[in-house]
Each structure stands twice: as structure tokens, then as C-alpha cells.
């Protein structure tokens, strides 16, 4: 079965994207924000020749499922997932848009990722066996790689405009966005890892770490009335991008897990012992075929439904 070209660029009308992230472009509407997700895929911090067919959809629509699952916990940044409510450009361009797009509160985002965490994995195995705590965070002795913790743990990680986020302690963190908003994020984080680990698990998937993001609402509405609670969910939520994803029937502590994200892409780029640096490579049609399944798998468990 041949796949549908995956989108790597979009455009509203010949207006370009005021901004471009490795997998998202985002167009400006005054306070409100429209963020695209293309199909492009990054490894080992570049944006890959081959795009994903459909994995712009699955983030987006994933995300739109744990927006709307945990908006009691805290509030989002989402006004509408629907073309037909979008502005007038992208209105025109709502067969490209469909799926793949929201329309999203402007907020000022904070300078800080919030990364929650249920198993020993990733940087934080390597953390582990090097200081035996994960950012500040003591753990007991003698955990394997993958290992569940004894309870999740928040750490938190900047923000890196290129590259990998470098993680750091909640002191550092609490520097940059004030001990007030710290704890407050803190808390929301585990709050929403506690219900999508929980979810997911009860679907076959576990959520071994994830990170989420928070921005400021301005200090008033747009009436005029004062914001109580400027905090809000931003960006995207429990994606295969944003998460470590392992199938829980196959889990097995004492080593590296498979995953639903990028795992055929990183055993191929391995294999053909790239140098991580340019030239980037494309990817043959199979590991694009079986990526693209991983990331649809992910959908299908979490959201008991087919993709858009």
C-alpha cells in the first residue's frame, strides 16, 4: 500500500509561518495563535529528510483528546480545533489544516519544561548510575535501567532553542520562574502524569516520563477583568513526541524498552552508522511504513477511536 505524501511545509494563501519549530509552525493572529503540526520528524536533533504521513494528525488529535481529559485538572490553551472557527486565511486553507491544527490562546509561555517521572529511563538513568539521584532528586540504590520508582518524580529541564533541554533542579528552576509558580507547576505536572499514566496504562501503553509546558494568561481578559489563575496547559500533551511510550505487555525492567515513537528511525539511522551532522538522510519506505503504524498504535490505544 503506498502512503500519502507526508506535509514538511505549509503555508495560508503565500503567507509563511512567523515561526517554525522542529515539528510545528505557528501563525500569528494578534492574541491568538494558529499552531500547525507538519509531519517532519527530528533523531538525534536534526529534522530528517523523510517526513511521517499522518503524524501531524496524531499529535495534534492527541493532544485535542488529553486537552479535553484533563481540563479539570488545569486549564489549555485550546479555542477550537475546527477550520471553520479559524481566521479568514486559514479558513481558506482548512483541507491542508484539517486534523493537524488549533487555534490556541496566545500566553507567554514559562522559560522551564516540566518533566514528570514514573521510570527509571533516559537522562535520568544516566543521572542515576552517575550521582544516583535524577536532578536533585535522591533515589534509592540499586535500580535498574527502566525500573518503576517508588513514586513519579518532577524534574525539570530548560529550554533549548536547538539541541537536547539540559535538566536541572527545582532550585534552579524556581530562579527562573519564581518558587510561587514553581510549586504550582510542580503539582499540576504530577496531577496530569497521575491521569494519563493512569489511562494509558488501563489501554496498554506506559507513560514512563513526559514532559509538559505552561504559559501566563495576561494579568486581564479581555473585558478588562482580572485572570485569578494565570496558569495554563500549553503547547502539546502525552504525545509519542513529548512522551516515552512502552508497551506494557512487553515490559521487562533491566534494560531499554521499545517504544511507539521513534524507534525504527533510530535503529535505522544506527545501522547505517550516521554521523549525526548534515547531510540528514532520508528514510526507505519500510521504517516510514512501520513508524508511521507506531505512532497510529498510539492513537488507536489511547483514544479507543481511529484517527481523523
Not at 518533566?115 to 537522562?123: F, I, N, P, Q
Not at 548510575?129 to 535524577?134: F, I, N, S
Not at 525492567?253 to 533510530?266: M, N
Amino acid at each position: 500500500m503506498s502512503l500519502a505524501s507526508p506535509i514538511l511545509q505549509t503555508t495560508l494563501a503565500d503567507r509563511r509561518p512567523n515561526r517554525q519549530g522542529k515539528v510545528r509552525d505557528i501563525y500569528e493572529f494578534g492574541n491568538r495563535l494558529l499552531i500547525v503540526a507538519s509531519d517532519r520528524i527530528s533523531a538525534f536533533d536534526y529534522i530528517l529528510g523523510s517526513g511521517i504521513p499522518d503524524k501531524g494528525k496524531v499529535l495534534t488529535q492527541i493532544s485535542a483528546f488529553w486537552f479535553e481529559r484533563t481540563k479539570s485538572i488545569v486549564a489549555n490553551h485550546v479555542l477550537s480545533t475546527e477550520p471553520t472557527e479559524f481566521p479568514g486565511e486559514a479558513r481558506r486553507a482548512a483541507e491542508l489544516l484539517s486534523g493537524r491544527s488549533m487555534l490556541v490562546r496566545r500566553t507567554e509561555p514559562l522559560p522551564i519544561e516540566c518533566v514528570a517521572r514514573g521510570y527509571l529511563s533516559g537522562s535520568g538513568w544516566k543521572d542515576y548510575v552517575a550521582t544516583g539521584q535524577v536532578c536533585g532528586v535522591r533515589l534509592p540504590a540499586g535500580l535498574r535501567e527502566s525500573d518503576r520508582l517508588p513514586r513519579p518524580i518532577f524534574t525539570p529541564a530548560t529550554k533549548a532553542e536547538s539541541g537536547h533541554d539540559i535538566n536541572i533542579t527545582e532550585e534552579e528552576a524556581a530562579k527562573r520562574v519564581g518558587r510561587r509558580v514553581l510549586d504550582r507547576v510542580r503539582d499540576l505536572t504530577l496531577r496530569l502524569y497521575a491521569e494519563g499514566s493512569a489511562h494509558a496504562e488501563s489501554r496498554g501503553i506506559i507513560v514512563a516520563d513526559t514532559k509538559f509546558e505552561f504559559g501566563l494568561l495576561p494579568l486581564e481578559d479581555d473585558d478588562g477583568r482580572p485572570v485569578e489563575d494565570r496558569i495554563i496547559l500549553i503547547d502539546e500533551a502525552l504525545t509519542p513526541d513529548s512522551s516515552r511510550f512502552w508497551p506494557l505487555d512487553g515490559y521487562s525492567p533491566g534494560g531499554a524498552q521499545p517504544s511507539f515513537d521513534k524507534q525504527f528511525v533510530r535503529d535505522y539511522l544506527e545501522r547505517i552508522q550516521w554521523n549525526k551532522r548534515p547531510p540528514v538522510p532520508s528514510l526507505p519506505d519500510d521504517v516510514v511504513a512501520k513508524t508511521r503504524e507506531k505512532y497510529l498504535e498510539a492513537f488507536r490505544r489511547l483514544t479507543g477511536r481511529e484517527l481523523e
